[in-house]
Every structure is written in C-alpha cells, then in structure tokens.
C-alpha cells in the first residue's frame, strides 16, 4: 500500500496543476493546453504496450527502477521550467505522461504479484482505495503549496516537484522490499 500512496504522491502533488503552471509560467494560453494532453496521451498509447513488454522481459523491479530515475528528470524539469519555446515544453511534458505514468506498470505488477492469490482480489480493491485517497491527498498537498504572485505568476511548482521526486525515490526503495509471488 505504501508503495502505491508513494507512486501517486510523485505524480498528483504535480499533475493537476500542470496546465495552470503552464499558462502562468511558461505563457501557454488556454487554447495550447490541448497539445499537452494530445502529444501525453498519443504517446504513452504507444509507449505503454511497449513497457509492459519490457517489464516482462527484463523484470519489472529493473525496468520500474530505470523509469523511476527517467522520470525523476521529467518531474524536475517540468516543475522548473521557464519562458521556453511551445515545443521545447511539449517535449517535457510528453516525456512526463510517458515516464512518470510508464512507472505505474511495473510497480502495480510487482504489487498485485506481492499478494497470495487466494486474497489478491481483496488486495487490489483495497489498493484502489488507498490509490485514490492517495491522488487525493497529493493534489490537496500540491494545492496548498502553490502561491500565485501579483504578476500572476505560480511560485512553489518546484517544491511540489521535489516531494513527487522524494516520494518517486522513497517508493523505489520500498519495492525492492516486495516479496513477488508466483
């Protein structure tokens, strides 16, 4: 369960605020918000058959490792981006949707294949629970962080960004402790 709570700390204390940061940092309008979700979305399509199939061949704790240090790039360079280019941003964010959500795939694997089978249903309901409250508790985090100065400007994104890295981290260290089932 922890592993979860951690996995959606280092995701939703950012996520939600995404596109507000980006209009009020980056000069995104409202109407250029839709390629972020396009280009995200279009690739991890594509990119999550492809991690699933990773994680199969070279293990899911390796392949969750690898994506958990991509994404910790992916996390810092999001939250502390200034007045770059449209393509540049979209870039970064793309590379976010696909990392930082592409960790989800190994992990819930390794956590679904941590349970006895007998009880594995029961299990992942109560993991689904806890995942929710946990979106819920980092956007509520991330929100009570953020600060919006007269200029409009959002400040505090990166502090939002170093708890999603510590608890992108903390949730690492915690899977390598998973005892997998066959």
């Known amino acids: 369960y922890a592993v979860m709570l951690l996995l ?7 996520i939600p605020f995404m596109s507000t940061y ?9 109407a250029d918000i839709k390629y972020i979700y396009l280009l995200g979305g279009g690739a991890t399509f594509f990119t999550t058959p492809l991690i699933g199939k990773l994680s199969d061949l070279w293990g899911k704790l390796r ?3 690898i994506l958990v240090f991509i994404s910790i ?3 810092y360079s999001l939250t502390n981006l200034g007045n770059v280019s449209m393509g540049m941003a979209l870039t970064i ?5 696909v990392f930082v959500g592409g960790r989800s795939i190994p992990a819930t694997t390794m956590i679904s294949a941590s349970v006895k089978s007998e009880i594995r249903g029961g299990f992942l309901s109560l993991n689904t629970a806890v995942r929710q409250i946990s979106i ?12 919006r100065e007269q200029s409009g400007h959002l400040i505090n994104y990166d502090v939002a960004g170093w708890i999603a890295i510590f608890a992108s981290l903390l949730s690492l260290y915690l899977a390598r ?3 997998i089932r066959s």
């Open 8 to 14: 959606a700390i280092g995701q939703f204390t950012v």
């Open 22 to 30: 980006l209009v009020s940092n980056v000069n995104f309008t409202e």
């Open 63 to 65: 392949v969750f490792t």
């Open 73 to 75: 790039f992916c996390i």
């Open 93 to 97: 964010t793309t590379l976010f949707f």
């Open 136 to 147: 819920g508790m980092a956007s509520y985090m991330g929100g009570n962080l953020l600060l």
């Open 177 to 179: 402790s998973l005892q």
